[in-house]
């Protein structure tokens, strides 16, 4: 049979190819059984998102847990990733499990596994699921209604107490005067409902429901997101727009002009506004990918930085054993202290609109307030659909050092924490690293403008295509 794999995060397929009910019984019978060999609670929260098929999907999930001992609470509807890190936490359940895959293209749904501590599983547990994944199609051994009406499933309101959180963690008087001026991007995603109650003044976009994302994968970068840059700027009205991905775990974020604020600089801002306005400390963690501006904040307020892996797993180990102010992504993915282990668009979103009510200034002003301290910068990436040969081949020209420049561009050091990070002679950079979850080969680049990035991003493409 199909062999199950969890990548980067989660195991993700195609529905109806590999990601099928019989495939997800399959996980979630070896999920049960990986409860039962543990020491955790017997209990898992389970949920879903707005994908096709995510209802169906989570009752096969439930009947395999309950089934097999596992006592189940199960969402009364849609659901974020960070509700089910939530629940599992605060309820003390034994696990979590999510049905989404976060940013991929509509044509894919997943299944995310989240710890007690409120976080994606750590790789080590991960890895034991799978072990007892078996190679065999897995029969009902009851219904669900008979699960139900034993107790073993018994349905949730995650959502509710995921508002209650944000209502007792944030100035909400503060908040929702600002939201007057937030236009949000749902992304037709499961952000949608909890921004609507939290804030009811803000002007939403694409919150109604719709599996098929117009054909966009929801992943909440600046090509996918070209209504609300337009709104902003035609309508002068808003002072920043959020958006948020499927599941609603990371965040993309606009100015009051319209321009886009990628994750390097919201990264900076709230190490910025958690450390000079909250009063916290403790480590930056922070994945391969991330600004080389982060570091230099960092050793500027005399805080310890720490380099992952990509993959939030990898960061959240940190979180959930040392003392960490924030740990994140370049893709968006977020956590900070104060809040789970885990990353949070919409909380994010809620903490950087915190910030602009207590300063009274603008996210374009905040910005030019740490280029003064980092200088400028922009971190611009590519993702290339490519052949698996071609894409191969790439990698093992970068493994063998076979790039010595691209184009007028000299490599000076590489790093391979994890892809290949080509450090070069003007002091920018290009890191090259194929997806966990997608059929791709990304490729980024760091230099002191956009422009400056692009020319990188550029050369570099030309000669990896002419990769023999």
Excluded at 90 to 116: D, F, Q, V
Excluded at 204 to 224: C, M, S, T, V, W
């Amino acid at each position: 049979m199909y062999q199950i794999k969890f990548g980067t995060d989660g195991w993700r397929e195609i529905i109806g190819d590999n990601f099928t009910t019989a495939n997800v019984k399959r996980v979630a019978l070896a999920t049960a059984k990986w409860l039962n060999n543990s020491d955790l609670d017997k209990s898992c929260a389970v949920g879903y998102d707005c994908r096709f098929g995510g209802e169906m999907f989570a009752k096969e999930t439930a009947i395999q847990l309950a089934s097999n001992g596992i006592k189940v609470l199960l969402s009364t509807g849609y659901v974020s990733t960070p509700m089910i890190s939530l629940a599992a936490n605060r309820l003390k359940m034994g696990a979590g499990i999510i049905l989404t895959a976060s940013h991929n293209p509509p044509s894919y749904n997943g299944y995310k596994i989240k710890a007690n501590y409120g976080g994606p599983a750590i790789p080590s547990e991960v890895s034991k699921v799978e072990e007892l994944i078996l190679d065999e199609e897995i029969e009902n051994k009851v219904s669900f209604d008979e699960l139900v009406n034993s107790g073993m499933i018994v349905y949730s309101d995650f959502e509710e107490l995921y508002l209650n959180h944000c209502k007792q963690s944030f100035d909400m008087d503060a908040l929702e005067k600002e939201s007057e001026k937030l236009i949000y991007d749902a992304m037709f995603g499961a952000g949608k409902n909890i921004v609507k109650r939290l804030l009811p003044k803000s002007t939403i976009l694409h919150g109604d429901n719709n599996p098929g994302f117009l054909g966009r994968a929801p992943e909440p970068i600046l090509k996918n997101l070209p209504e609300i840059s337009e709104e902003i700027r035609v309508s002068n009205k808003y002072s920043c727009g959020l958006a948020t991905d499927g599941d609603a775990d990371r965040i993309g974020f606009f100015d009051e002009k319209g321009n886009f604020v990628d994750s390097h600089h919201l990264i900076l801002l709230l190490i910025e506004y958690l450390t000079t306005f909250k009063g916290y400390s403790g480590k930056v963690v922070k994945s391969f990918s991330v600004s080389d501006k982060v570091q230099k904040l960092c050793e500027l307020k005399g805080i310890e930085s720490i380099t992952t892996k990509i993959g939030f797993k990898y960061i959240c180990e940190y979180m959930v054993t040392d003392d960490v102010l924030i740990g994140a992504e370049e893709s968006g993915g977020i956590g900070i202290k104060g809040h789970i282990p885990e990353r949070d668009g919409v909380w994010m979103g809620l903490v950087l609109m915190e910030y602009m009510a207590k300063t009274g200034k603008s996210i374009s002003q905040l910005i030019s307030e740490i280029y003064e301290k980092v200088g400028t910068f922009a971190v611009e990436r590519y993702d290339l659909h490519l052949n698996n040969e071609l894409k191969e081949l790439i990698i093992s020209n970068c493994k063998s050092n076979s790039y010595t420049n691209f184009g007028k561009y000299n490599v000076v050091s590489t790093e391979d924490t994890d892809g290949f990070k080509f450090r070069l002679d003007n002091g920018s950079w290009v890191m090259i690293r194929p997806s966990g979850t997608e059929p791709v080969l990304r490729v980024y680049s760091e230099s002191s403008s956009s422009e400056a990035a692009f020319e990188i991003l550029e050369a570099t493409k030309k000669a990896i295509l002419e990769t023999k």
